[in-house]
T-cell receptor, first 114, second 114 residues
């Protein structure tokens, strides 16, 4: 299994500002995933982050709004830029990219934009 | 596009009852199905992973079954306890999609009262 540490666990931010969320894994992984969970909704994939290449974004998500870094095989960051109240969600990072692999999640970042 | 549905959306039971949570998916071309638990405002904890070639998996009081051809999975919780109160999510890893990407249902919110 993988242990994932995600920071911060929660934050309250002013609209128009940006927040960077960090995700640290206790082992080297090829693929890391970032999900968003809006209030009362299920998880939606934002992007897939592979080390050494640009992140791949899902439909409806763009790099200017959600820039992602993946500097090495154990770490990734997601930035939520120019925030609005609609960005208030739980953001989660995940690992487990093989076809048979079990997926593991961080404890999430609860973001409130006021 | 894969769609995952969970029924019921919410369930409230007294302690000691045996429970069945249901998950259905529209595309049976999956690698595996995974059940998670999510406590309020927190990340996801993996409970059980069933590969597409398997019929069921057991862990303690939890038993998950998979009928891939009919697009269904059930999570059986025996002798429920107040500590089981949480939201239970199922997710499938679909063949042909972004490797490692999961499709989630909206979850079943379970309350077990003493």
């Amino acid at each position: 299994s993988a242990v994932i540490s995600q920071k911060p666990s929660r934050d309250i931010c002013q609209r128009g500002t940006s927040l960077t969320i960090q995700c640290q894994v206790d082992s080297q992984v090829t693929m890391m995933f970032w999900y968003r969970q809006q209030p009362g909704q299920s998880l939606t994939l934002i992007a897939t982050a592979n080390q050494g290449s640009e992140a791949t974004y899902e439909s409806g998500f763009v790099i200017d709004k959600f820039p992602i870094s993946r500097p090495n095989l154990t770490f990734s960051t997601l930035t939520v830029s120019n925030m609005s109240p609609e960005d208030s969600s739980i953001y989660l990072c995940s690992v487990g990219g093989g076809t048979q692999a079990e997926a593991f999640f961080g404890q999430g970042t609860r973001l409130t934009v006021v | 596009k894969q769609e995952v549905t969970q029924i019921p959306a919410a369930l409230s039971v007294p302690e000691g009852e045996n429970l069945v949570l249901n998950c259905s998916f529209t595309d049976s071309a999956i690698y595996n199905l995974q059940w998670f638990r999510q406590d309020p405002g927190k990340g996801l904890t993996s409970l059980l992973l069933i590969q597409s070639s398997q019929r069921e998996q057991t862990s303690g009081r939890l038993n998950a079954s998979l009928d891939k051809s009919s697009g269904r999975s059930t999570l059986y919780i025996a002798a429920s306890q107040p500590g089981d109160s949480a939201t239970y999510l199922c997710a499938v890893r679909q063949r042909g999609s972004t490797l490692g990407r999961l499709y989630f249902g909206r979850g079943t919110q379970l309350t077990v009262w003493p």
